[in-house]
């Protein structure tokens, strides 16, 4: 009895760590890239490696900086790319529908600084060299606004990609 | 020596120095001895206790060995083939423990290898799926998926898995989502000592009553009770240490922390007579005691280094041995009542 309730329970496992997965696929397969700016700034996640910290340019907008003070926590900022699809903040999101062409990004806020999250990237234990000179997050977006830090690109606006001389 | 009238054959535990002292006292012959001790800890259970621990041992190694592998985040192995590379090891764990049976160690091992590979999974997940989610929702996902295997699983090294991770997901949640003002921060102490006391007092329940007898082990008891002191006993620890700025949550913690101690105590000196827990007990005021003594001299004498490290040397000294006393006496009470 106890097996068989292991099964069915892992049989549920299965399909949401596979949901998961797919989920992911889709916006990376469908999703439309965008760039975010990062701000000039090497810890290790206990179960994962490597990461770099990222700051973003949007941090420090003028206009973030100006109206930050009455948001929440937690929350999302609405962004719209540019000419180089570079995201510039348009406002702070309250609710409301979004015009065509706008995104949101999540942001915390501690103290007196906003954070806009993923702050950080992972990558391969020692691989940090090749990311030294990133100048941009590169972001997908689905249609439904959800959203993920799929690489980081340099001056070209081209993700970086590593590759390293065959052993 | 104090003799309890009531006491029945039943509750004199059958132990080595009890068959040595029958032998002393010349109520058993040697051979007698012999056959008793061999009755007591037959021969073969060596191999039992070292197969035991070559599972445990040899199960941790290699789950620690995968768990660095993908910690390595290696980008020439794609995306997929990690994810699926785990599933196919979650499957194979699972098939073996299906195989094996939940009422044998080597299923048990299985689920939980099984367990720890979901953990893995969700951080090679996070790892190449950067969504800036919280790290909470990791720890929330994995105790929320495992949890059904624990519930059924019968095996206390499985729910010491689980109570950890869920232990972190607390931590993280509190800092991550429930965003506490300054001032309640320092309740997160009693949500740790609230969630590893609840499942001491479980264990004692279930134990005491007979229902399961997979959890009476010592180790369960003691690793319990500091997971509930450790929590108890910080909050006291930082109000001693930091003069000001002492919130409101980090008062009412201390004095859980008091009341907890005292409740731990009384516990196990008074109802279950447990050696082990009040020594961590003993070791968790001394530890205390010492803060309290190191913080008086750190006020007193900050200029005399040599004389504040001395005075130090020498409480401490103090403490321990009347820590020591005390559970000694405490001992032989003890085992006066018990015998």
């Known amino acids: 009895m106890r097996s068989k309730i292991m099964i069915g329970l892992a049989v549920l496992i299965f399909a949401a760590l596979n949901y998961g997965i797919y989920e992911k696929e ?10 975010l700016e990062l701000a000039p700034v090497d810890p290790r996640s206990l179960m994962q490696g490597d990461y770099m910290n990222l700051r973003y340019a949007l941090e420090r907008a003028e206009p973030v900086k100006a109206q930050m003070e009455e948001q929440k926590k937690r929350g999302y900022m609405v962004i719209k790319p540019d000419a180089d699809n570079v ?81 | 020596m104090e003799q309890t009238p009531q006491v029945t054959l039943a509750d004199i535990p059958a132990n080595r120095r009890l068959v040595d002292e029958l032998l002393a006292h010349r109520k058993i012959a040697p051979e007698g001895r012999d056959y008793a001790l061999d ?20 199960s941790a190694l290699v789950l620690c060995g995968v768990v660095y592998f993908f910690a390595f985040n290696w980008a020439k192995i794609a995306p997929l083939v990690k994810l699926s590379t785990i599933q196919g090891g979650l499957f194979c764990c699972l098939l ?38 919280d790290a909470y929702q990791l720890f929330m996902m994995w105790s929320l998926f495992i949890f059904g295997w624990t519930v059924i699983s019968n095996f206390a090294a499985q729910w010491i898995l689980w109570l950890a991770v869920t232990n972190v997901f607390l931590a993280l949640w509190w800092e991550q989502a429930a965003l506490p003002e300054r001032d309640m921060e320092a309740l997160i102490f009693v949500g740790f000592a609230a969630l590893n006391g609840l499942a001491l007092v479980l264990r004692e329940v279930y134990v005491a009553r007979r229902q399961a007898a997979w959890l009476d082990r010592r180790w369960v008891r003691v690793l319990l009770t500091i997971a509930v002191l450790i929590p108890l006993a910080t909050p006291l620890m930082i109000w001693i240490l930091d003069d000001h700025d002492i919130g ?3 008062k009412i913690s201390a004095l859980v922390g008091l009341v907890g101690h005292g409740l731990l105590y009384g516990l196990y000196r008074f109802k279950f007579r447990d050696m082990w827990p009040l020594a961590a007990i003993a070791l968790s005021l001394c530890i205390i005691l010492e803060t309290l003594v190191l913080d ?27 820590a020591v006393l005390y559970l000694r006496r405490i001992i032989s009470v003890m085992e006066a009542k018990h015998v």
């Open chain 1, 26 to 35: 889709q916006i990376i397969g469908k999703g439309e890239i965008l760039l």
């Open chain 1, 87 to 167: 995201a510039q903040f348009v406002r702070f999101h309250g609710g409301e529908e979004l015009q065509a062409g706008e995104r949101l990004l999540r942001f915390h806020k501690e103290y007196s600084r906003v954070t806009i999250v993923p702050d950080s990237f992972l990558f391969q234990e020692g691989h940090a060299k090749f990311y030294e000179n990133a100048k941009y997050g590169v972001f997908k977006f689905d249609e439904k606004d959800k959203r993920l830090l799929v690489g980081l690109a340099g001056d070209d606006r081209k993700i970086i990609v590593v590759e390293e001389p065959e052993l």
């Open chain 2, 39 to 58: 009755f007591l800890t037959p021969a073969d259970q060596w191999g039992l206790w070292i197969s035991r621990l070559f599972l445990a041992v040899g």
């Open chain 2, 96 to 133: 073996g423990a299906y195989y094996y049976k939940l009422e044998r160690v080597s299923g048990q091992v299985l689920l939980l290898s099984a367990s720890v590979l979901t953990g893995v999974f969700m951080a090679v997940y996070g790892q190449i799926y950067q969504t800036g989610a």
């Open chain 2, 248 to 250: 409101s949550s980090l």
């Open chain 2, 296 to 322: 008086f001299l750190v006020m007193n004498f900050e200029d005399t280094e040599v004389l504040m490290f001395g005075l130090m040397g020498l409480a401490t000294i103090a403490i321990f041995s009347l």
